[in-house]
């Protein structure tokens, strides 16, 4: 079992950046692939990126996001640059094995809201 709490979302500026956070608690997080996905209001969640020992982006936010992790940690974070209104999200952290595939994730943290103004 995995526990998964977000946090860094917040209200920025078109151009802006943010850096959310994701801890995770048990002792495998190593062993698992870490994706950040989000739902925008009315919309389908959709895939962002994922990271295992190489990551995977979503062509809409491919150069200007960025995730890592720490496993000494236990955390996964996603860096963002250049950040659109369209951008605006719920942003949630899944662990499980390396897809961009929402059902392929077992585990899932509550989001943390991110809203970019222009």
């Known amino acids: 079992q995995v526990q998964l709490v977000e946090s860094g979302g917040g209200l920025v500026q078109a151009g802006g950046s943010l850096r959310l956070s994701c801890a995770a608690s048990?002792?495998?997080?190593?062993?698992?692939?870490m994706g950040w996905f989000r739902q925008a209001p009315g919309k389908e969640r959709e895939f962002v990126a994922a990271i295992n020992w190489y990551t995977i982006y979503a062509d809409s936010v491919k150069g200007r996001f960025t995730i890592s992790r720490d496993n000494a940690k236990n955390t996964v974070y996603l860096q963002m640059s250049s950040l659109k209104p369209e951008d605006t999200a719920v942003y949630y952290c899944?662990?499980?094995?390396?897809?961009?595939?929402?059902?392929?994730?077992?585990?899932w943290g509550q989001g943390t809201q991110v809203t970019v103004s222009s």
């Open positions: 899944a662990a499980g094995p390396m897809s961009t595939t929402i059902r392929d994730y077992p585990y």
């Open positions: 048990g002792r495998t997080f190593s062993s698992y692939a």
